[in-house]
């Protein structure tokens, strides 16, 4: 994992290693930067993808799994989540016909090219809380 960082210091492009799990460097990004709120872009190409989708009847994450894919789309935030930062990631994944999967990703995305985008937001971070009858941590509304 390679960081580029913008000279104020709020933003940075990072590069993975091929191979690399996506979570993994991300979070190694995350800690590096020392991040707790921000956004999240994120393009490449994956050797192998892993996406979920989170079912309400089970509270579970159900796992889709690919092979070599590109990222169409990948799209997060860094937020506070039982008292550390969290990459919460969505990603559309397009395979060789243009057929496309989307979801949470999951740990088991093996970076083929990964290039991402952190922009840090200034202010208090916002703090993931368990909503009753969700069986999900999310930012509290009103």
Not at 88 to 108: I, K, T
Not at 125 to 131: C, G, K
Request: charged content about 25%.
């Amino acid at each position: 994992m390679k960081t580029y960082r913008s000279q104020d210091g709020k933003a940075a492009f990072v590069s993975l290693e091929r191979g690399e799990d996506l979570l993994d460097g991300l979070n190694r990004a995350v800690e590096e930067m020392k991040l707790e709120a921000a956004t999240l872009q994120v393009i490449g190409g994956l050797e192998q993808g892993r996406v979920g989708y989170f079912d309400p009847e089970t509270s579970e994450y159900v796992p889709i799994e690919t092979g070599h894919v590109e990222i169409a789309s990948g799209l997060g935030n860094v937020s506070i989540r039982d008292g550390e930062p969290f990459i919460h990631l969505h990603l559309v994944l397009s395979g060789r016909d243009g057929s496309a999967v989307g979801g949470h990703a999951m740990e088991g995305c093996r970076a083929f090219v990964v290039e991402a985008y952190f922009r840090r937001l200034d202010g208090p971070a916002p703090v993931r809380q368990e909503i009753p009858g969700m069986a999900l941590k999310v930012w509290p509304g009103k």
